[in-house]
């Protein structure tokens, strides 16, 4: 994981889990929507995995 795309999860969530699949973007554009830190929090979950 690079320091850009922690940068990213930071200020635009769903736009990290871009190379990740649509379910990691919907799920963490739906958890954005509920609020800013639920999606920053999935989007960094989602990039440390490190079996994607």
């Known amino acids: 994981m690079s320091i850009w ?3 990213l999860a930071i200020f635009f969530p769903p736009l990290a889990v871009i190379g ?3 379910g990691s973007i919907i799920i963490v554009f739906l958890l954005t929507l ?3 830190v639920p ?3 999935a989007a960094l979950v989602i ?3 490190p079996d994607n």
């Open 47 to 49: 990039l440390n995995n």
């Open 20 to 22: 990740k699949g649509c």
């Open 39 to 41: 999606g920053i929090i």
């Open 5 to 7: 795309r922690v940068l």
């Open 34 to 36: 509920c609020g800013w």
